[in-house]
């Protein structure tokens, strides 16, 4: 599976930005699709995960309120809606997916095999 994240820039504080990933599959019904980000110096972390069989979202508790995650199975795409964006949100954000047709995907990076190229999101006045 080979996926492209895609949509980081410059936006100010407070602003939005729109996230997508475009997967190389035909289909991406049965892979959970996960959002993280590594700011500099930091360790890569999960932003929003979305399971493939229920469509469950998850969100950190940074993000909870702010971002909203959404995935379109007939397009084999993702998303995710930054609202609210904060300098603490200035990172590379990365896509990412695992095939699990049931069941609980945690929202870790081991987690997931597969990882697009990131896009670097900066948030700054």
């Known amino acids: 599976v080979q996926l492209q994240a895609s949509g980081g820039g410059l936006v100010q504080p407070g602003g939005s930005l729109r996230l997508s990933c475009a997967s190389s599959r035909n289909t991406l019904d049965y892979y959970a699709i996960g959002w993280f980000r590594q700011a500099p110096g930091k360790e890569r972390e999960g932003v929003s995960c979305?399971?493939?069989?229920?469509?469950?979202?998850y969100y950190s508790d940074s993000v909870k309120g702010r971002f909203t995650a959404t995935r379109d199975n007939a397009e084999n795409t993702a998303a995710l809606r930054m609202d609210s964006l904060k300098s603490e949100d200035t990172a590379v954000y990365y896509c990412?997916?695992?095939?699990?047709?049931?069941?609980?995907?945690?929202?870790?990076?081991?987690?997931?095999?597969?990882w697009g190229q990131g896009t670097l999101v900066t948030v700054s006045s």
């Open positions: 990412a997916a695992e095939f699990r047709p049931r069941g609980q995907t945690k929202c870790t990076v081991d987690e997931h095999s597969y």
């Open positions: 979305i399971n493939s069989h229920d469509g469950t979202v």
